[in-house]
């Protein structure tokens, strides 16, 4: 007798034998119990899941010689043909080599027949979605109201594409991906009865590669154990199929989120040389991850893998989150490429780069950090920000130039404090009623001095971000030009920053400053978050709030 592959002599024969359809299952017995049955069932799912099987199934619960059953004999005449594809009352159809208008008029003249011994004609069309339009509008008449004797059983892969004037005549069942447990499972009853010795990695590796399709995993399995002579190893399995071990996963894995790109690239190559597909080890990694993310966000030690809950330990959520979509993205990308190992290498650079951007809540606290014990802290010029920032015992002017008081005795100085701060309110008043609500800080300024073409304003150290960031060279030509044309003269702006309070004097200028100019209310946290430059400085840096 020719040897019969695993997927075929392991098939499911009754409702009971199903793996991971209970539902499934379950509905149709009840439907036979209670006679319910209808005239059409749609079944749908990824290939190898058991529509087919379920579609024979319930062909032998009809007609089986004990008569109507949830648990056909499996040995009568009727179940015998049925089980093998021989029998004349149970056609199977492929719908992609049949999909024509005049097989589906063949189909209709033979309707009319009652059939040959069994009590049910029933009518097997596999991938139905193959069908041309024409058939399927030849079809619909005879699915809504076929003889009482006649059942219509169809399964597909890609339900979308089948009309839905066809699938509302039909009951609706959706076979679900099987879970790599109850296929390690499977395929150890399978490697049992077969006397084949399987290591248990081996098994778990090919149901987990399996992606849920019973079927596959049936048929790895057949391929491994006729490689390996009965007896089966994780490294064979992985050999065989292109595989990356999970050591491999976690070792990549660990590599990039410590950034470590010139590791991960030997590790990639590694992997090339062993026969490992790539675009498996990219799945494998983004599945790896997942279980990072879950156990971000579960209490800790419920991961049953030691690295996975390291790994959660040394890498911000967000991040985590970029992550995963800079990797989706990579890998649609790699099922149309030709190199995948430089896909592969583009993926991982890109990864190491994106952990490495320092995020805008990073940004502030490490500016924050930096005044320590200092009473006063001093900031850098940006490119693009010409004022740099100091401390209350020292005025940087924008232009890099030196103070024309510099040479002078601080006490000989000219120094009009309410005049320089009414000044400074009616500047930052015109610009925000002229500009934009991004100015309204700006009355968080105290300014101490107006020294000849200088205006020296001091703000807290709250606000040295705002000075530190780029976006402060477009708004000080709009505050000095108000400042130039309301003095009549040039004037520039000297920014301070301290780390003490500002000047106590603040009543004593608004004494003399129109009540509209005393509104210094601070911006809200939406305003904030709403404003242009935040924004933008969001999109540039790549931050988040």
């Known amino acids: 007798m020719s040897y019969q592959i695993l997927s075929r002599r392991y098939r499911p024969q009754t409702f009971a034998e199903l793996i991971g359809q209970e539902y499934v299952a379950t509905t149709l017995r009840n439907a036979i119990q209670l006679q319910r049955l209808a005239q059409a069932y749609l079944f749908v799912g990824p290939h190898g899941v058991g529509k087919t099987s379920v579609a024979r199934i319930l062909a032998k619960a009809l007609n089986c010689s004990k008569g109507l059953t949830i648990d056909p004999c499996g040995v009568c005449s009727s179940c015998v043909e ?9 056609l199977e159809i492929d719908g992609a080599s049949n999909n024509g208008v005049e097989n589906i008029r063949e189909l209709r003249e033979s309707i009319s027949f ?12 596999d991938e139905v979605h193959m069908l041309s339009s024409g ?31 066809l699938t509302s005549r039909c009951q609706r069942f959706d076979l679900r991906r099987i879970p790599a447990q109850l296929i390690a499972t499977h395929l150890k009853t399978i490697a049992s009865k077969e006397g084949s010795e399987v290591e248990e990695e081996a098994i778990k590796a090919i149901a987990i590669a399996a992606e849920g399709s019973l079927r596959d995993a049936e048929s790895m399995l057949d ?11 994780e490294s064979d399995v992985l050999s065989i199929f292109g595989l990356a071990s999970s050591h ?28 490992c597909a790539l675009h498996q080890l990219l799945g494998s990694w983004v599945v790896w991850l997942r279980g990072v993310l879950v156990q971000q966000v579960t209490p800790p030690g419920s991961s049953t893998h030691p690295a996975i809950q390291e790994q959660a330990s040394c890498v911000q959520r967000e991040k985590l989150l970029e992550l995963l979509d800079l990797l989706e993205e990579e890998q649609s990308r790699m099922k149309w490429t030709i190199d995948t190992q430089l896909q592969m290498d583009i993926a991982i650079i890109k990864a190491v780069h994106l952990l490495g951007q320092a995020s805008l809540d990073d940004v502030l606290a490490a500016l924050t950090d930096l005044s320590g014990e200092e009473t006063a802290a001093s900031i850098p010029t940006t490119p693009g920000a010409p004022s740099c920032l100091k401390g209350p015992e020292e005025s940087v002017y924008p232009s890099g130039e030196s103070s024309p008081g510099a040479g002078r005795d601080r006490s000989t100085a000219i120094q ?55 976006f402060w060279a477009d708004i000080q030509p709009v505050v000095e030009k108000h400042l130039s044309e309301r003095r009549g003269v040039s004037t520039r702006l000297a920014i301070e920053v301290t780390e003490g309070p500002l000047p106590e004097d603040r009543s004593s200028m608004e004494a003399n400053t129109p009540h509209h100019m005393q509104s210094t209310a601070q911006a809200t946290e939406e305003i904030f978050k709403n404003d242009p430059l935040i924004q933008k400085a969001l999109e540039v840096f790549k931050g988040t709030l």
């Open 135 to 165: 058939a399927f509008n030849a079809l619909l008449k005879i699915v809504e109201e076929p003889p009482s004797h006649v059942k219509f059983l169809f399964a597909t892969t890609e339900a979308h594409k089948v009309p839905s004037t």
């Open 416 to 470: 009009q404090p309410n005049d320089a701060q009414v000044t400074w309110e009616a500047v930052v008043a015109e610009v925000v009623k002229q500009g934009s609500i991004r100015f309204r800080w700006l009355e968080e300024g105290r300014a101490t001095s107006l020294e000849g073409d200088t205006l020296r304003v001091r703000f807290p150290r709250s606000f040295r971000a705002q000075f530190r960031s780029a």
């Open 248 to 275: 491999a996963v976690a070792g990549l894995s660990s590599l990039v989120l410590r950034r470590k790109t010139k590791e991960a690239l030997e590790l990639v190559a590694d992997q090339v040389d062993r026969g």
């Open 82 to 90: 049925i089980a093998e594809g021989r029998s004349l009352d149970v």
């Open 223 to 233: 391929q491994a154990v006729a490689f390996c002579n009965h007896r089966v190893t």
């Open 114 to 125: 009652s059939p040959a011994r069994d009590p049910f004609k029933v009518y097997i069309i």
